[in-house]
Structure formats: structure tokens, C-alpha cells
């Protein structure tokens, strides 16, 4: 199974995230995306000075990521799915191969 993401933007500017991640990777995942949400992100941007809530959970081989602007804010989904991308392929390399092109929708 690859990575596979969906970002749909919310009314308020937000962005309502669904990533499916192997089984086997969903652990090293959730550990980037909780520095994500501690504000050490391993991809460096603007976009965080947008952030008023970060939420995070998992079911299965699905990670939710809901990203919260603050008032007057929106998110940019193509900067946002670049960090996405950017936490998702450490993950890919650690299996010791190249990292793949991750398919996306966005709406």
C-alpha cells in the first residue's frame, strides 16, 4: 500500500487532511506529525504562523489531520500538501526505497 492523500478545504480556510499509511508506518508518522502539532515540523513553513489548532488521530491505516487557521486566515493547500509530502517520505525512505509520488486530490 502507498501513501495516499486528500485535502479538502473547509469554509473557515481550514483543511480537513486524510492520509492512508501502511500499517507498518503509521507509528514513525504519527510520531513526525505530533512534532507537527508541537510546532518542530520537519518541513520548515509560513504556514504555521496561519495555525490556530492542529488536531491529529488515527484509525486503522487513516491519519486525520485537521488544520485550524486563526481568525481572518486560510491555508495554502499546495504549501500544506508539500509539507505533508515532505513528512510522508521518511516514512517511504525508511523501507529503504525511493520515495514515491504521492497521489492527491484536493477540493
Known sequence: MKN??????LPEGGLD???QVPAD???MVL???ERCQN???DCKTTEYDKLAQFDLSATGTLVSLRLTPKPGEAFNP???ERCLITNL???ES???TPAPEVPTATS
Open 17 to 19: 487532511i486524510q492520509l
Open 39 to 41: 510546532g518542530t515540523c
Open 31 to 33: 510520531e513526525r506529525f
Open 94 to 96: 525508511s523501507r529503504n
Open 78 to 80: 499546495a504549501e500544506v
Open 4 to 9: 495516499s492523500i486528500r485535502i479538502q478545504t
Open 89 to 91: 517520505a521518511p516514512a
Open 25 to 27: 508506518q503509521q507509528g
